[in-house]
Nanobody, 121 residues
């Protein structure tokens, strides 16, 4: 069983930055790691995902050029650096692990508990 624990969320002004971290309980060698976000009443959205090697990444159009996903396999940790934050980035952010290259939430089989990110205008 893999446990994922997110940290780094909080309240920030528009234009500011936050770095989210997701620590895994054990190595996820073959897993692609993703960051999702969700606001009440909307579907969970994949904002980024990254291959085990880090050589392959995906970003949603809404965050391209502002967010960067990375991972440190020695620390069993994946990061999401968020710059130039906008109020519309406000959401609960989740990390997740999958054996597939996908943005589809139900194909991710491990999830963290989520961390709140609030961007004030």
């Amino acid at each position: 069983q893999v446990q994922l624990v997110e940290s780094g969320g909080g309240l920030v002004q528009a234009g500011g930055s936050l770095r989210l971290s997701c620590a895994a309980s054990r190595r996820t060698f073959s897993n692609r790691m993703g960051w999702f976000r969700q606001v009440p009443g909307k579907e969970r959205e994949c904002v980024a995902h990254i291959s085990w090697s880090g050589g392959s990444t995906y970003y949603a159009d809404s965050v391209k050029g502002r967010f960067t996903i990375s991972r440190d396999n020695a620390k069993n940790t994946v990061y999401l650096q968020m710059n130039s934050l906008k109020p519309e980035d406000t959401a609960v952010y989740y990390c997740a692990a999958s054996n597939y290259v996908t943005t589809t939430p139900h194909l991710y089989n491990y999830w963290g508990q989520g961390t709140q990110v609030t961007v004030s205008s």
